[in-house]
């Protein structure tokens, strides 16, 4: 393995999560969750408190969203909504079971007087959109298969007037883009190529030769389902491999517990909504 003396900076990040006090795996919408597998949910409350006091340690700032009864998934903030450059482009949710919480997430942006339009089209947030910001000028990144729909790309574009990068997502493990790749700093991404159609391979080979890649382990350990401001890297404690990777790369891997929050097919991440403002 290389080692990397990169010095990597981290940059100060806004966030918004939303406590899993109502969180069950009551139905099962994709291949991770299992409704014969019991929660903890107490537990799960305790993991999702320690990464929440994470990310404060690390000087960021958390925004709280009210967790609602009978949404039990409303814990996956990062489903909620996009943001860029201060305007909030909203969420559709594929699945009824979790429509309801898009009125949540428009109410709190709406509430903070930030620039939020409503889709049209269905799609499903930082789920499967990701940004970043200085690569090609400030690209988003948009996943598509399984949950979001293509003409959510579009709106996403014409909504946020950044370039949008569509990308064909085809394993139902990794049904969501932020399972299968994320942003590690201002300009660069790791991914997990074989979650991508082979074209959509070719177009992140293109854009980002430098990027970091990982395997099928560190993938379905939900390694790449991590938070990083660019130098500090939170991600599932299970991910060992990823960590080392992302070590060798000059970032600091910072390993949280999320075995609850497994259960309902998410970790790091889909609990993370990034407030760019
Ligand atoms: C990393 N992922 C996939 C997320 N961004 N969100 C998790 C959503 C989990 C929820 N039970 C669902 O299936 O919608």
């Known amino acids: 393995m290389v080692t990397v003396n ?3 900076v981290p940059r100060k990040r806004t966030y918004l999560m939303c406590s899993p006090e109502h969180f069950a795996v009551e139905y099962a919408i994709n291949p991770w969750m ?3 597998t019991p929660v903890d949910r107490e537990l799960a409350v305790k993991q999702w408190d320690r990464l929440r006091e994470t990310l404060v340690g690390l000087g960021h700032e958390v925004h709280l969203l009210t967790p609602e009864p009978g949404l ?8 909620g909504a996009l ?3 201060g305007s909030v482009y909203g969420a559709r949710f594929k699945h009824e079971q979790r429509a309801a919480e898009a009125a949540a997430h428009r109410a709190f942006y709406e509430s903070q007087g930030w620039r939020f339009i409503a889709p049209s089209e269905t799609n499903e947030g930082e789920g499967d959109f990701a940004y970043v910001p200085e690569a090609h000028g ?3 990144l948009a996943g598509h298969g399984f949950r979001t729909e293509i003409p959510a790309h579009a709106e996403a574009q014409e909504a946020l007037g950044r370039p949008v990068v569509s990308l064909h997502l ?3 493990r990794f049904y969501h883009l932020d399972v299968a790749l994320t942003v590690l700093d201002d300009s660069n991404i790791a991914y997990f190529p074989g979650a991508f159609s082979a074209a959509s391979q070719r177009v992140l080979a293109q854009l980002f030769p430098a990027a970091v890649i ?3 382990a560190d993938a379905m350990a939900f390694g790449l389902n991590l938070v990083s401001d660019g130098a500090n890297v939170v991600l599932n404690s299970e991910a060992t491999g990823l960590a080392g990777t992302l070590k060798a790369a000059g970032y600091t891997p910072v390993p949280v517990e999320l075995a609850e929050l497994k259960k309902g097919g998410g970790s790091v991440k889909c609990c993370i909504a990034e407030l760019r403002h």
């Open 170 to 172: 085809i394993d139902p």
């Open 83 to 85: 943001m860029v450059d």
């Open 72 to 79: 039990p998934d409303m814990v996956y903030a990062a489903n």
């Open 34 to 36: 299992d409704v014969a």
């Open 138 to 140: 400030g690209l988003i």
């Open 214 to 216: 990982a395997d099928d």
């Open 6 to 8: 990169q010095q990597r």
